[in-house]
């Protein structure tokens, strides 16, 4: 007789490649509907599968861990970040947590160097004034924004995500500048010509451009908080491909709209997609739907990480992703 397949929960679309095959290795229940799995109904997958498929927008706390019962064994996260999920009590509860890492490096750090020509070039007033259809030809004083050679940027987060925009950003004359817990080995340093500091203080006081690509974590939340907003010059942009959290988008969008900084191009929010609404008239921001990562090919390779968490488990071998909570 023919082993049980494991039962898996997905709670969102992912590419229908990746779709297949999860159908085919597993007892797969899909959300045909893409639309965002309710908390009971969340509850109800976590108490019916083996294993359980959520996506960052899939808030899963203690409570809901506590009702889960016995039956869930594995929360296989399709993303990289995980602090939606409550990883702790997860563990307590016999449950392993994995996640999808080293995927989206390459993707995130494109739209980094996007956000920073956008903003510092004034791509979206530009746009605008275009579809307006006002524009009455060429003027040397219209749209002026800065150039991006030599201008110093500050990269908060020296992961793969902070290394590959740094590659990037060198390669448009950057003069490259990182905060990081831990400074890096030496020769990362010097391979990508990056200078630290060690106050994050100092760093911000002294940018044109700072780049947060550091994970939303207890120790990072609010990191940019208004104290240390204010500490930017007002010629200065900040760039968010990250997560929100780590910004006080309350104080940063004063002082945007004071004039107190350039500008800032926004991926990523505090209150996920509830955007501040003052933010949304602003000529000098960029926003933008968490899509950094959105690339087919990235979609595709998390969703191979997922499959892989999943059958190594079910193969009683550890996960290569598992997430335990002394790595947050």
């Known amino acids: 007789m023919p082993a049980r397949?494991?039962?898996?929960?997905?709670?969102?679309?992912?590419?229908?490649?990746?779709?297949?095959?999860?159908?085919?290795?597993?007892?797969?229940?899909?959300?045909?509907?893409?639309?965002?799995?309710?908390?009971?109904?969340?509850?109800?997958?976590?108490?019916?599968?083996?294993?359980?498929?959520?996506?960052?927008?899939?808030?899963?706390?203690?409570?809901?861990?506590?009702?889960?019962?016995?039956?869930l064994q594995l929360i296989a996260n399709y993303g990289s970040g995980v602090d939606h999920i409550d990883v702790a009590t997860a563990r307590q509860h016999g449950i392993i947590v994995c996640n999808?890492?080293?995927?989206?490096?390459?993707?995130?750090?494109?739209?980094?160097?996007?956000?920073?020509?956008?903003?510092?070039?004034?791509f979206k007033e530009g746009a605008t004034h275009m579809q307006s259809g006002d524009w009455q030809g060429w003027s040397p004083s219209a749209f002026l924004g800065a150039r991006l050679g030599g201008k110093k940027l500050g990269i908060l987060g020296m992961g793969q995500v902070g290394s590959a925009v740094a590659q990037r950003a060198s390669a448009f004359g950057m003069d490259i500048n990182y905060h990081n817990r831990n400074r890096v080995h030496p020769d990362k340093e010097k391979s990508l010509n990056a200078t630290y500091w060690q106050s994050l203080d100092q760093m911000l006081a002294n940018m044109d451009v700072v780049s947060i690509n550091c994970p939303h974590t207890p120790?990072?939340?609010?990191?940019?908080?208004?104290?240390?907003l204010k500490l930017m010059k007002p010629s200065a942009f900040i760039i968010?491909?990250?997560?929100?959290?780590?910004?006080?988008e309350n104080a940063l969008t004063r002082m945007l709209r004071a004039g107190e900084l350039a500008g800032a191009g926004l991926?990523?929010?505090?209150?996920?997609n509830e955007v501040n609404p003052r933010l949304r008239d602003l000529d000098n921001v960029m926003l933008l739907p968490h899509m950094a990562s959105a690339t087919?090919?990235?979609?595709?390779?998390?969703?191979?990480?997922?499959?892989?968490?999943?059958?190594?488990?079910?193969d009683d071998h550890r996960p290569p992703d598992r997430i335990v909570p002394g790595m947050l």
């Open 100 to 122: 999808t890492p080293g995927v989206l490096a390459d993707d995130t750090a494109d739209m980094t160097i996007a956000l920073i020509l956008a903003t510092m070039r004034r």
């Open 267 to 272: 991926d990523v929010f505090e209150h996920g």
């Open 240 to 248: 968010n491909t990250s997560r929100g959290e780590v910004v006080d």
């Open 5 to 71: 397949k494991l039962s898996v929960v997905v709670t969102r679309r992912l590419p229908a490649t990746v779709e297949s095959r999860l159908a085919e290795l597993f007892d797969v229940t899909l959300n045909e509907t893409d639309t965002p799995m309710t908390r009971e109904q969340l509850i109800t997958a976590m108490r019916t599968a083996d294993v359980l498929v959520p996506t960052l927008n899939d808030t899963i706390d203690a409570g809901m861990l506590s009702l889960a019962g016995g039956n």
């Open 219 to 228: 120790s990072t939340f609010h990191l940019l908080n208004a104290r240390r």
């Open 296 to 314: 087919e090919e990235a979609r595709v390779e998390m969703g191979e990480k997922v499959i892989i968490n999943i059958k190594t488990f079910e």
